[in-house]
């Protein structure tokens, strides 16, 4: 059963981090929602992690950044490295 609320469409993209621990560094995304963001990372945060969030769209041509807060909800190991599925706190 599906529990997502929004459909994820795929989303490569660099995404700038910087944790609630101050520490700063850069991530890949994979896919992208209105409520959250897959992200691959080679270490794994720990769930429940809050994450600042910076990123570039082009909505309608026009490049715009975005600041976002997400939460780690859930952490997946493959042959990629960690995927991480972020939740964006309101």
């Known amino acids: 059963?599906?529990?997502?609320?929004?459909?994820?469409?795929?989303f490569e993209r660099v995404v700038n981090v910087s944790s609630d621990t101050g520490q700063d560094y850069t991530l890949a995304a994979y896919d992208f929602?209105?409520?959250?963001?897959?992200l691959y990372s080679e270490?794994?945060?720990?769930i429940?992690?809050?994450l600042k969030l910076r990123f570039h769209i082009t909505p309608l041509g026009k490049p715009r950044e975005l600041?976002?807060?997400g939460q780690v909800k859930h952490?997946?190991?493959t042959e990629r490295g960690y995927?991480?599925?972020?939740?964006?706190?309101?």
């Open 48 to 50: 429940g992690d809050i």
């Open 75 to 77: 952490i997946n190991f």
């Open 83 to 90: 995927m991480l599925g972020v939740s964006f706190l309101d």
């Open 67 to 69: 600041d976002v807060e």
């Open 33 to 38: 929602s209105l409520s959250g963001m897959g």
């Open 43 to 46: 270490k794994p945060p720990v």
């Open 1 to 10: 059963m599906e529990k997502r609320k929004h459909r994820r469409i795929p």
